[in-house]
């Protein structure tokens, strides 16, 4: 075949047990898992052609939205050229690439993992019918993702997915994701993940900074055995329908997330003012009207709050109460999601 076209619609996701810290060629530290969202999605397209010669340098020409962004252009082509060796079809065709996502651009959201998977499985989708195979090769997928963006993995399957070497799975692996969560308790199925938006502005320290930064600190070690003991003990409370117990895990796990960036060299800080408001409001609510909310976050300020479908209508009620913490009152529901769909 000379030239195509491929579509995927795939989802952001949330960690419960958080990737932070790295080496090698984008190698986790620490496992990790994560609910895959479902409202929260990057679609991406590309129209592959093939060239009469081996290109030295990948052809991309990229949009988002409708409009050329040179400097995504740039990280792009730089991404191919990073996996052109695992992916030879990159030596040997051009590519139009356009791309959007379900969520606004400057909304806070991390569009990395989202963004990425989308890319990487509409370019084994590309290999799938060059090949003529009938299926494409999803770790594959989940590999070349986790090469533009860790995360970015576990969100090629849903509903949940775990990333790196854990005792909780003898498939699990370093370079890939797997999905997981089978024997689960239904409550977890339907999950939601309301994202509440207390900052719009691009974060002061990136994650790849964050990552690096976990090279020297000192409570590097003990972290990367805690997320262990983490996911393990996730894994039985999930198996059991323990909610309270997955909370505490959660929540504990978010704020050491935060609180390794606070013990970095040179130390930051992520949270603002109005995500301890809110943390502090969801713990009273909870504590007070009995309803299992709980809170996580990601490397930002802004709250993910996760609760069982159920409480749908009293959550519907803090919702509006906790919106006055947000910018212009933003906040976007979601929800566990299935994992990336083929569009055709
Ligand atoms: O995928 P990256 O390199 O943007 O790192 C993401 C790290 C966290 O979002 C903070 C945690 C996680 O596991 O998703």
Redesign the pocket.
């Known amino acids: 075949m000379k030239e195509g076209i491929v579509k995927w619609k795939s989802p952001s996701?949330i960690?419960l047990v958080?990737?932070?810290g790295k080496h090698g060629r984008q190698l986790p530290s620490n496992p990790?898992i994560?609910f895959t969202l479902s409202n929260a999605h990057t679609i991406t397209e590309i129209q592959y052609q093939r060239s009469d010669q081996e290109l030295v340098r990948p052809s991309v020409q990229f949009t988002f939205e409708g409009e050329t962004k040179p400097a995504f252009e740039t990280k792009i082509v730089a991404y191919l050229e990073s996996i052109k060796e695992d992916l030879p079809l990159i030596k040997q065709h051009k590519f139009k690439i356009a791309s959007s996502n379900s969520f606004p651009h400057s909304s806070g959201i991390?569009s990395?993992?989202s963004s990425m998977s989308a890319l990487a499985l509409c370019l084994l989708s590309i290999e799938q019918e060059l090949h003529d195979r009938e299926n494409i090769d999803f770790n594959k997928a989940s590999m070349l993702a986790r090469l533009g963006?860790?995360?970015?993995s576990r969100s090629v399957f849903g509903p949940l997915a775990i990333w790196g070497d854990t005792t909780i799975s003898n498939a699990s692996s370093n370079e890939y994701a797997i999905p997981f969560g089978e024997s689960f308790d239904p409550v977890f199925n339907d999950f939601h993940d309301d994202i509440l938006i207390v900052s719009k502005k691009e974060k002061s320290v990136s994650?790849?900074a964050g990552?690096a930064l976990m090279e020297n600190n000192p409570y590097a070690l003990n972290r990367f055995e805690q997320a262990h003991k983490h996911l393990e003990e996730l894994n039985q409370a999930m198996t059991t329908g323990d909610i309270e117990t997955f909370g505490l895990i959660v929540e504990k796990e978010a704020l050491t997330?935060h609180a390794l960036m606070m013990a970095s060299t040179p130390p930051y800080m992520l949270m603002e003012p109005n995500t301890i408001s809110i943390i502090n409001e969801i713990k009273e609510f909870r504590t007070s009207k009995y309803i299992p909310v709980y809170f996580t976050l990601?490397?930002g300020p802004n709250i993910h709050m996760l609760y069982p479908h159920k409480y749908l209508t009293e959550i519907a009620k803090l919702k509006q109460h906790l919106s006055q913490y947000c910018q212009d009152g933003t906040i976007l529901d979601d929800h566990v999601g299935q994992g990336p769909q083929k569009l055709s």
């Open positions: 996701n960690a958080k990737y932070w990790s994560s991390a990395s993992a963006s860790g995360s970015a994650s790849t990552h997330l990601d490397a």
